[in-house]
């Protein structure tokens, strides 16, 4: 049973280009997170996602970022005219979708780690 | 919103006890997660508490009360390998659902 997928493990972009990661959820799993995460700091909410729905983007910048989670394929996170504050490792999470039932746990992915140049 | 604290560090020696402690404020509480995270990798999940009380798996063991806000990680017979960073998440009511917040981590450097 395979865990959270996400790729490119590493990404380096020079400033000015386009990131886009991607994540595939655990099997059976319909809920996605973002999340960002800067050396020796916590984890950063970004966004929250089910199939073709953004429930919530509050820890997301308004400008540059967007997330998305198609029907069919991963979720994709993308950010234009990346920055180099925007280097940082970019965690994704799925949970099963329980109608918010008290057991659901978020799984974690291996994350993306993005470098600016 | 929601509120998480838990100290930064801490530092035990190989062998002994150590308890990881978080205190939180949350409106619609419904459940407290344990992650641990090595430097560079994804965190994974230890443990859930919903309930008051003690939740025990294999070393590590995990406490709650809801009346006091607060949780704490116990860790024994420490081993290098427990050097990690310790995060604590709670769900509760925020922004129209129950959303999971997490913590800063507490990173737990163990010594010989």
């Known amino acids: 049973n395979a865990g959270v997928m996400q790729n490119p493990r590493h990404l380096v972009r020079r400033r000015g280009q386009e990131a886009r990661l991607r994540c595939s959820p655990m099997?059976?799993?319909?809920?996605v997170y973002w999340y960002r995460q800067l050396p020796e700091e916590g984890l950063k909410f970004m966004v929250y996602?089910?199939?073709?729905?953004?429930?919530?983007e509050s820890g997301m910048p308004k400008e540059r970022f967007s997330a998305e989670f198609p029907k069919e394929g991963p979720s994709i996170l993308r950010i234009q005219q990346v920055v180099r504050g925007d280097s940082a490792a970019y965690f994704c999470?799925?949970?099963?979708?329980?109608?918010?039932?008290?057991?659901?746990?978020?799984?974690f992915g291996p994350g993306t780690r993005l470098l600016v140049l | 919103g929601q509120n998480i604290d838990q100290p930064t560090e801490m530092t035990a020696t190989e062998g002994a006890i150590v308890q990881i402690n978080c205190t939180y404020q949350?409106?619609?509480?419904?459940?407290l997660f344990w992650y641990q995270q090595h430097a560079g990798e994804a965190p994974t999940f230890l443990s859930y508490?919903?309930?008051?009380g003690l939740e025990e798996k294999g070393r590590f063991s995990s406490f709650l009360s809801r009346s006091k806000g607060y949780s704490y990680l116990l860790l024994k017979e420490l081993q290098m390998k427990d050097s990690a960073s310790y995060l604590c998440?709670?769900?509760?009511?925020?922004?129209?659902?129950?959303?999971?917040?997490f913590g800063i981590g507490t990173k737990l450097q163990v010594i010989p």
């Open positions: 999470a799925s949970s099963p979708g329980l109608a918010g039932g008290p057991r659901e746990t978020q799984y």
């Open positions: 998440a709670v769900r509760g009511d925020s922004g129209g659902y129950q959303k999971v917040t």
């Open positions: 508490n919903v309930l008051d």
């Open positions: 949350t409106s619609g509480f419904n459940g």
């Open positions: 996602l089910q199939k073709e729905n953004i429930i919530d």
């Open positions: 099997k059976g799993h319909s809920h």
